[in-house]
């Protein structure tokens, strides 16, 4: 019969019935529903309804340690009696002797004791209205404990082994004698007793030595609150919601709806946590079951959750809401060393437009090269939008024209920008004969004799290069290097009678667009 009776009770504990709520079934004890057979309300016409135990922060209790621990306040499942200031609490065994055990035997139990309803009661409790005593508020130095452990358990029986019954009825007025059939609220307990200086009881039905659990009314199961994933939204409007990535310095409203199995919402409270440092609570309203925690989050990567405790915690289970991540990008980059165009505006000449130093991480540059209004890549190779080159060779179309670059800074922010001042680009250095110049100069070649045609040689130049070249042929006589009279503008001179015992000699011009020319002059011949 035992064994039959706790799965009972479990089975009614899955159906989560509040105690205020609960109906029994009457009829035979192998047919009762969730309460005990001895105090099924069939067979217990006196019975007013079920009281619950409560710790003074409002929770309510179904076990514990000691016997004592129910003490603290206990509440009737209705309202007493107009008036009623005074209460009786009393303890009892059921008395299995009867044919049906409907009954309970109080000769064994101690004298019943008055105690005011509402001593030291917390104001969570006592604003319900309904009647609240603290049940250690015995006279004569007894307490729950006291009478409890003071009664002689009935072993005869295994369904009654270690039950007790506590039972309250309202008194009525002070100085007034009111009975309405002696009606008494009840709850029923099992308790293990604990260890004696002697005798350590053994384990019973899973309570150890000491250990008392609620069997009546059946202790409300736990129901499983639930915290949706926090959505969020700009604070400025609230329906509003925030993608990833969001902007940088952007308000962010955390929000989460707390509900419960039963469709209520539950009192409590909403911890917000972002990668698991607590950012605070929010602001929980317990009617909307929304909470709200509002804040300018750092610059990158957030994982945000939720973290719900219930003030019921007897009915309600705290719960974590799932993550919800969010990417806050930078500012867009600033300026802390500006750009500069860095070498020597000459074509033929590398420059470089230097990026400077900015604000950030996870920079990419780009630039943006201008030849006088149009924007230009290196190398001469046409028009561009942006460009990863940072230098280049100057070419010779560039000359004497106006050369500036761009800047681009780049972050998961933004782009910002800073044009260097522009440069004026040169002509590139005049060519020169390579050496050694002795051999590589330009030279006359031909029979130097008068009539006979000779050749200008122009020489090699450094650096190599397509070139055009320009002659100019000069005579002097010897020692007379000033007196010269040009003769010709060609590559190829036929000496004439004039030349016979002169000296000629040449000029070799190279000419290279977008360059400075290169003059060379060759060894003087005397003409026969």
């Known amino acids: ?51 619950s135990f409560y710790d003074a922060s409002g929770n309510q209790i179904t076990s514990g340690s000691d016997i004592n621990y129910i003490a603290d306040y206990v509440m009737a499942s209705s309202a007493p009696r107009a008036n009623a200031t005074k209460a009786t609490f009393s303890v009892a065994n059921p008395d299995h002797a009867n044919v049906i055990p409907s009954t309970w035997a109080f000769s064994d139990a101690k004298s019943n004791y008055r105690f005011t309803t509402a001593t030291n009661v917390p104001t969570t409790i006592s604003s319900t209205g309904f009647p609240f005593s603290k049940l250690t508020e015995f006279p004569y130095g007894f307490n729950v404990y006291d009478v409890a452990t003071g009664n002689t358990f009935d072993t005869s029986s295994d369904s009654y082994t270690n039950t007790i019954e506590l039972r309250m009825k309202d008194s009525g007025i002070p100085g007034q004698v009111v009975d309405d059939g002696s009606k008494y609220w009840r709850a029923v307990v099992e308790y293990n007793r604990p260890c004696d200086q002697n005798t350590c009881p053994p384990v019973y039905d899973g309570l150890q030595p000491g250990e008392w659990r609620q069997l009546f009314p059946v202790p409300p199961v736990k129901v499983e609150s639930t915290v949706t994933a926090p959505t969020m939204a700009l604070s400025s409007a609230p329906g509003t919601p925030v993608t990833s990535p969001a902007a940088h310095g952007t308000s962010v409203q955390l929000s989460v709806t707390v509900g419960s199995g039963d469709t209520s919402s539950p009192a409590g409270s909403v911890e917000f946590f972002d990668s698991g440092i607590d950012l605070g609570a929010g602001t929980f309203t317990s009617g909307t079951g929304v909470a709200t925690f509002t804040f300018v989050p750092d610059d990158g990567n957030h994982s945000f959750t939720a973290q719900f405790t219930p003030t019921d915690g007897a009915t309600y289970n705290g719960s974590s809401s799932s993550a919800t991540t969010l990417h806050v990008n930078q500012a867009a980059p600033a300026r802390t060393l500006s750009p500069s165009v860095t070498g020597t505006a000459k074509v033929g000449v590398a420059l470089t437009c230097a990026r400077g130093t900015w604000t950030g991480t996870g920079l990419t540059y780009r630039y943006k090269w201008f030849l006088g209004a149009s924007a230009v890549a290196f190398r001469d190779s046409g028009i561009t939008a942006l460009t990863t080159d940072s230098s280049g060779t100057l070419p010779a179309s560039y000359a004497t024209k106006s050369v500036k670059c761009t800047v681009y800074a780049t972050n998961d922010g933004g782009t910002s920008s800073f044009s260097p001042v522009a440069k004026v680009v040169a002509v590139g250095s005049a060519p020169t004969i390579k050496a050694p110049s002795t051999t590589n100069r330009p030279k006359i070649t031909g029979v130097l004799k008068v009539t006979k045609v000779l050749t200008a040689k122009s020489g090699t130049w450094s650096p190599t290069a397509t070139y055009t070249y320009t002659y100019v042929w000069k005579r002097y006589k010897a020692g007379k290097a000033g007196a010269t009279v040009t003769v010709s503008t060609r590559s190829t001179y036929k000496a004439v009678a004039a030349d016979k015992g002169k000296y000629l000699f040449v000029t070799v011009t190279a000419k290279r667009t977008g360059y400075a020319n290169g003059v060379a002059t060759s060894l003087p011949v005397k003409i026969a």
Not at 2 to 19: G, P, T
């Open 1 to 51: 019969m035992h064994q039959r009776f706790r799965a009972v009770i479990v089975s009614a504990a899955a159906l989560s019935v509040a105690a205020a709520s609960l109906v029994f079934a009457s009829g035979p004890a192998t047919s009762y529903t969730g309460t005990p057979p001895w105090t099924a309300d069939g067979y217990d016409t006196s019975a007013k309804g079920t009281l």
